[in-house]
């Protein structure tokens, strides 16, 4: 069976949710085989055996030195060396570059921001804000996709997957801008929003007052999301923000509050499974998109909701 | 200082969008310039105003801003806007063969553009609203052999060394990384507040020189770009089925309970 290729994200020694969702959807097409890059790997192989792994290839160097740029080196002489099916990255900041950089080189085609991928290797990608799904497929050399974090779930296994090492060179032009410093997000203690399996947002109709909105988040486990309104108003960390210019998330539950639905907030949630608002305006643009909502005060709906979740529970 | 500043011309974020032939339909709504590029230009007008005798751009400041852009004719319209707020001259690539184009050949024809220009730095923002991917500066950069410093929430520049240092700003936290010149630079919305042009900025613009380039006059040949060339083949588009049409219902005092009855029966609380 032909090979699929996936990288695995880490931070801090730890692999992201996302790890297992692409490990997920690359066994769905031929063999899955993670790459890791990092100097120390083995704390991370072992995170991946819960997943469906066929074969593990690590590549050490100075890739936490030199970033994307030379971890698209590394990947692109690993897949002038296998010739997979396919590689699959997540779609984040640093993974586009990485896929980007990566199709320059080895003249492959790229497809990003995909919301699944079939044992074809055809893909969906949902744009427009989301008014419009187009299937798609790579017609030249390896294609190399980039798929949205929460768009599978992630199926466990019990693999204990053998282990290969690959020696890759990084070019000079790669290492022209090296990392002198780097901070870590600091992570609170809810789920990562782009992880998340709810989000819960508030907007400018919070008014600075998110606690109804952390309140109803921590009842259902749940990360906080912001409107641009919200976070240039300096109510809530830039890092929470929704939208086309903030992080896009497609949880299975999106609750926004207080948040008038503008096309660059819903460029950011549009693709969650399930959508309810909450808003005063009965005439705003998120109502139109919701699954359910209500027209109301926030201050009052969200902390009932809140009650009734924790009542429930016992 | 040579700075260029990569330019998109989008269709209106806030219009519909649709898709006509497996590509966008630009013909049916209104153009204007990449809202995420307007950051670009202010980045690259604060960067010369910082280092110019006159602090100001333009003539007398010692630098030059180049505007590049691949697109239609009526591309002018957005250029002409990033001239009013302050860039020199722009250089617009327009050919019938590169309709259709994806990110591999968008980055050929830009990295072939600024091949000719001696640039120390070339600024974009960090993704077109259309096409959404955010690979194009990564391309470039990959492209040209220069040093990569993408989702810049802050840059500093020092002429006298010939160096650049970034803030990158991503989900994984924050990086300091520093290059000489040359190199590719993206920001992010979050870097400025873009200027609004001024009235002699708009009057000035209209005389500012815009160079038409066939993609003959860039080097690439015809079968590089286009539809034909894209090495990704988009099999069907469809308007997504409309969500099923929502309960909605007006709070009468329990409008918490009934949210929570539905997220009961959808199994989500
Ligand atoms: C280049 C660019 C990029 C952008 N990127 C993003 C982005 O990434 N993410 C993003 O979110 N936006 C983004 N925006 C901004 C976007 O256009 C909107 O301005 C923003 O989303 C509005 O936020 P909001 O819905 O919180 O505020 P508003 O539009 O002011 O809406 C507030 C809503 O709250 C309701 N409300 C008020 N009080 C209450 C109450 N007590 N109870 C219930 N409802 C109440 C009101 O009826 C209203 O509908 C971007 C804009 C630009 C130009
Ligand atoms: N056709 C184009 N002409 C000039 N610059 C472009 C073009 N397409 C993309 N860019 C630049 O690349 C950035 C990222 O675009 P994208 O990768 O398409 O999301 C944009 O913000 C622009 O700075």
């Known amino acids: 069976m032909?090979?699929?290729i996936f990288l695995v994200d880490h931070s801090a020694g730890k692999i992201t949710k996302?790890?297992?969702?692409?490990?997920t959807y690359a066994k769905s097409i031929g063999d899955s085989v993670a790459v890791v890059f990092a100097d120390n790997a083995q704390p991370i192989v072992d995170q991946l055996n819960t997943f469906p792994v066929d074969k593990v290839i690590t590549i050490a160097g100075e890739f936490d030195k030199y970033g994307p740029a030379a971890i698209a080196d590394g990947l692109a002489q690993l897949l002038t060396d296998r010739k997979p099916a396919a590689v699959l990255i997540t779609s984040t900041a640093n993974g586009k570059e990485i896929a980007a950089r990566a199709s320059v080189i080895t003249g492959s085609g790229i497809i990003t921001d995909a919301v699944n991928v079939d044992k074809d290797l055809i893909t969906t990608q949902s744009v427009f804000g989301g008014s419009t799904t187009v299937h798609a497929t790579v017609t030249k050399g390896v294609p190399i996709i980039t798929l949205r974090a929460n768009s599978i779930e992630a199926t466990g296994a019990t693999s204990s997957a053998a282990v290969e090492i690959f020696a890759a060179t990084i070019s000079e032009a790669a290492k022209l801008a090296p990392i002198t410093s780097s901070t870590p997000v600091v992570k609170g203690g809810r789920p990562d929003l782009t992880e998340a399996s709810i989000v819960v947002s508030g907007g400018r109709g919070t008014n600075g007052d998110f606690k109804p909105v952390e309140a109803l988040a921590d009842a259902l486990g749940a990360a906080v999301g912001a409107s641009r309104a919200a976070t240039d108003a300096g109510w809530?960390?830039?890092?929470?923000?929704v939208g086309q210019t903030g992080k896009t998330v497609s949880p299975q539950l999106y609750v926004a509050a207080g948040i008038s639905g503008a096309i660059q907030h819903r460029a950011g949630m549009q693709t969650s499974k399930t959508i309810v608002a909450i808003n005063k305006d009965p005439e705003a643009p998120i109502l139109e998109i919701a699954d359910f909502a209500v027209v109301g005060d926030l201050f009052n709906v969200l902390p009932q909701a809140t009650a009734q979740i924790i009542a429930r529970k016992g | 200082m040579k700075i260029a500043i990569c330019i998109k011309q989008?269709?209106?974020?806030?219009?519909?969008?649709k898709m006509a032939g497996g590509v966008l339909d630009r013909a049916g709504v209104d153009a204007v310039l990449n809202d995420l590029d307007e950051y670009a230009v202010e980045e690259a007008l604060r960067i010369v105003e910082a280092n110019s005798p006159t602090k100001e751009a333009g003539e007398g400041s010692g630098h030059t801003i180049t505007l590049i852009s691949m697109g239609p004719e009526r591309a002018t319209e957005a250029i002409r806007k990033a001239l009013s707020m302050g860039a020199d001259d722009a250089i617009l690539v327009t050919d019938p063969s590169l309709a259709g184009s994806d990110a591999l050949a968008t980055s050929?024809?830009?990295?072939?553009?600024?091949?000719?220009?001696?640039?120390?730095l070339v600024l974009c923002g960090t993704e077109s609203t259309d096409a959404r991917m955010s690979v194009i500066p990564a391309m470039i950069s990959q492209r040209l052999g220069w040093a990569q410093l993408t989702f810049a929430g802050k840059v500093a520049v020092n002429p006298a060394a010939n160096t650049v240092e970034i803030e990158r700003v991503t989900e994984f936290g924050n990086q300091v990384m520093s290059a000489k010149f040359p190199a590719v630079l993206s920001v992010v919305e979050k870097i400025n507040e873009p200027r609004y042009p001024s009235f002699?900025?708009?009057?000035?613009?209209?005389?500012?020189?815009?160079?038409?380039?066939s993609l003959a006059d860039t080097g690439v040949g015809s079968s590089d770009v286009g539809s034909a060339a894209a090495w990704s083949n988009v099999k069907e588009a469809l308007p997504r089925p409309p969500r099923g049409a929502g309960v909605k219902l007006t709070d009468e005092g329990n409008g918490g309970e009934k949210l929570v009855e539905f997220l009961v029966e959808k199994r989500l609380a």
């Open chain 1, 2 to 4: 032909s090979e699929v």
């Open chain 2, 10 to 17: 989008v269709p209106d974020s806030w219009a519909e969008k």
């Open chain 1, 236 to 241: 809530y960390p830039h890092s929470n923000q």
């Open chain 2, 108 to 120: 050929l024809v830009l990295s072939e553009v600024i091949k000719k220009g001696n640039y120390d």
């Open chain 1, 18 to 23: 996302a790890a297992g969702e692409l490990a």
């Open chain 2, 200 to 213: 002699k900025g708009i009057m000035a613009a209209k005389k500012k020189p815009i160079t038409n380039m």
